[in-house]
């Protein structure tokens, strides 16, 4: 199945526990790729500075007024003077490096939510490969049709770096709060001529060589070219293009919520992949239904287990999932220790988070996975101001949120940790989901039976 080029999420992730901003639109900003406009068309000669001068004014003087805690945040001292650099250097930049530039000054506050969303007429211009960061390095999972040799293979360099140099190059225009976020942003951003160019990596025509190897051979090369202006790329998978197994996760890639019985187990997997009601069917329906099935189960097709699977779920009004919670807290045989499973991963965000912090804190659910992309304790409901000319979209946060009352960690750390694999992603195995099904409570001896 040929695939569009997934859209950028740099600078996309925005939403979080309140419905400020609907989910529809989170989504979108998440998916939308660097190749979205950037930048204001340029006008006649000193009018495009001009524009950009009040552009960056406007953004001095409203960031720092709605940002809570922008003082604890960011430089009082720094900040300006970041500001009054850029503003001195337009005229000698491009409008993508002066985007870029706004993207550091706003990722600089170590907030996830804090973002820059552009939204205008001049395109980055994205390179036809995506990969993901797998616990061994990463690996092609998307190429354009002339690039297919490189489908499973890992990235061994890009240009003159090697990925983890160039991630660790790109990280202060991404605003990330662990690593897992950044291992999920760093792709896409990466993926594009403009920030190739930035950091020397692209040749004079915009193309980038890259170096890949499989197990057991010899590495190879690619010059890879950016996409043309424009342009509309159909992407070929990995898993189409090698037939590779396919796993449950992967079962319905469009649906919000879903759930499928597993006889053999005697699980009941759900998959919650947005903290949004479905037009077509509510999350509050939906669960009904569901729980309808459940208790119509009698052995031997009885529920030993409850898997739920947030690890694509970035976010949205967190009180979506009540009625989930609500039916499980009424079905103490579905949600006692030991029955109750959650799987994790650096997708797991803002509301999603929430979600599997609630199912351990209130159910004693079991987490594995991944640790998730973005804190317990973190800034949210964000809201958003428009630059007045480059139509350029500022995010930020109004309210500091803590879950954890006793702990700071920089993750929700799984209880049962699990990484993904270059040969886990090519033999289609789920080794978070095999976990939650094996999975069993460490036996505790009392003082009397030793």
């Known amino acids: 199945m040929a695939q569009t ?42 009018l495009r500075e001009v524009h950009w001068q009040e552009d960056l004014d406007f953004f001095a003087k409203q960031f720092p007024s709605v940002q809570v805690d922008f003082a604890k945040l960011y430089s ?57 960061w797998y616990s061994d390095g990463p690996a092609v999972t998307w190429t354009g049709e002339k690039y297919k040799s490189a489908l499973g293979a890992r990235i061994v360099r890009i240009g003159s770096m090697t990925p983890e140099e160039l991630e660790s190059a790109v990280a202060p225009y991404l605003s990330h709060e662990n690593l897992p976020w950044l291992h999920e942003l760093s792709p896409d951003f990466i993926m ?24 057991g051979a010899e590495q190879f090369r690619l010059r890879i070219a950016p996409a043309a202006p424009n342009s509309q790329l ?27 019985y597993l006889p053999d187990s005697h699980a009941l997997y759900i998959q919650y992949t947005r903290c949004q009601n479905d037009p077509k069917k509510s999350f509050k329906n939906f669960t009904q239904e569901m729980f309808h099935f459940a208790d119509g189960l009698h052995d031997p097709m009885r529920i030993e287990r409850v898997i739920v699977d947030l690890r694509f779920n970035s976010g949205g009004n967190s009180s979506v999932i ?24 650096r997708d797991t965000f803002s509301s999603g988070m929430m979600a599997a912090v609630s199912l351990r804190e209130d159910l004693h659910a079991i987490v594995i996975g991944e640790e998730s992309g973005s804190p317990p304790n973190e800034y949210g409901e964000v809201k958003t101001f428009t630059l007045p000319n480059s139509k350029i979209e500022i995010n930020y946060t109004t ?34 989901l095999d976990a939650a099904l094996k999975y069993r409570l460490p036996i505790v001896q009392s003082t009397a039976s030793r």
């Open 5 to 46: 080029l997934r859209p950028w999420k740099i600078v996309l992730t925005t939403l979080f526990v309140l419905v400020d901003i609907a989910l529809g639109t989170y989504v979108l900003l998440k998916r939308a790729q660097v190749s979205q406009h950037i930048s204001v068309k340029p006008a006649a000669h000193g």
């Open 76 to 132: 009082p001292t720094k900040f300006p003077q970041d500001v009054s650099d850029l503003e001195q250097d337009v005229p000698q930049l491009k409008d993508s490096e002066i985007v870029l530039r706004l993207m550091q000054l706003v990722a600089s506050g170590g907030i996830s939510h804090d973002t820059v969303d552009p939204q205008s007429d001049l395109a980055f211009h994205p390179y036809p490969l995506q990969f993901f």
């Open 192 to 215: 594009n001529r403009e920030v190739a160019e930035h950091f020397g990596l692209a040749g004079a025509d915009g193309s980038v060589e890259f170096t890949f190897v499989r197990p």
């Open 234 to 260: 159909n992407l070929i998978s990995a898993a189409e293009a090698l037939h590779l197994p396919e796993p449950l996760y992967r079962k319905h890639p469009d649906g919000w919520y879903w759930y499928e």
């Open 322 to 345: 009540d009625p989930l919670l609500e039916g499980l807290k009424a079905r103490p045989q579905l949600s006692k220790k030991g029955r109750l499973y959650v799987l994790i991963g």
């Open 399 to 432: 309210k500091y949120f803590r879950l954890l009352e006793d702990s700071d960690p920089s993750s929700l750390e799984p209880d049962v940790p699990i990484q993904r694999s270059i040969v886990d992603f090519l033999s289609g195995e789920d080794q978070a």
